[in-house]
T-cell receptor, first 113, second 115 residues
Framework: DTGVSQNPRHKITKRGQNVTFRCDPI?????LYWYRQTLGQGPEFLTY????????KSRLLSDRFSAERPKGSFSTLEIQRTEQGDSAMYLC???????????FGQGTRLTVV | KQEVTQIPAALSVPEGENLVLNCSFT??????LQWFRQDPGKGLTSLLL?????REQTSGRLNASLDKSSGRSTLYIAASQPGDSATYLC??????????????FGTGTRLKVLA
């Protein structure tokens, strides 16, 4: 098992375009989390899944953001009509169960120009 | 609402020093607390996980303690090395009252170990 994998690692997009990120969790981990991190800040929670069910979404996750985890395996995070304020590092994490150790991917750095 | 604070925000020490990083949280109803390391532009690497029933965990030169009743955790790094230079983040798994398990992070301590 190679850990949590995120693709792409970097994404530069023009304002108004849609972008999609992918996260492949550690196999058999049923919890998957998305976080956003801006420079100098700690990660902020966006949403999490237990298997394929999305159990909680942060108020940070506006209508332009959507996340899916079909079949409880990989997950995608889509941002529609990107804005410059969406520029950040998007981090994915997985854990075997609730309240167990969380493992993070290397993140996707999004730059909106 | 759970809030996590880390002090100091930045720390610079000479190689070989023992050091302590502090983390405090406002709601003691946590499931666990996890310490992470983050190198610039990279993801987070898990260092230590302390369950709410535990008092401390050790891994190599790292020792983390948890005092849930006072809402505090410390990360002790022994014999610091330049390779320890990174940002250290503390996260609590919360909120026990609502049954959610998301991690709430502090803003981190930026550590620089000078050779």
């Amino acid at each position: 098992d190679t850990g949590v994998s995120q693709n792409p690692r970097h994404k530069i997009t023009k304002r108004g375009q849609n972008v999609t990120f992918r996260c492949d969790p550690i196999s058999e981990h049923n919890r998957l989390y998305w976080y956003r991190q801006t420079l100098g800040q700690g990660p902020e929670f966006l949403t999490y899944f237990q298997n394929e069910a999305q159990l909680e979404k942060s108020r940070l996750l506006s209508d332009r953001f959507s996340a899916e985890r079909p079949k409880g395996s990989f997950s995608t995070l889509e941002i529609q009509r990107t804005e410059q304020g969406d520029s950040a590092m998007y981090l994915c994490a997985s854990s075997l169960y609730s309240a167990t150790e969380a493992f993070f991917g290397q993140g996707t750095r999004l730059t909106v120009v | 609402k759970q809030e996590v604070t880390q002090i100091p925000a930045a720390l610079s020490v000479p190689e070989g020093e023992n050091l302590v990083l502090n983390c405090s949280f406002t709601d003691s109803a946590i499931y666990n607390l996890q310490w992470f390391r983050q190198d610039p532009g990279k993801g987070l690497t898990s260092l230590l996980l302390i369950q709410s029933s535990q008092r401390e965990q050790t891994s190599g030169r790292l020792n983390a303690s948890l005092d849930k009743s006072s809402g505090r955790s410390t990360l002790y790094i022994a014999a610091s090395q330049p390779g320890d230079s990174a940002t250290y983040l503390c996260a609590v798994s919360s909120d026990k009252s609502s049954g959610t398990y998301k991690y709430i992070f502090g803003t981190g301590t930026r550590l620089k170990v000078l050779a």
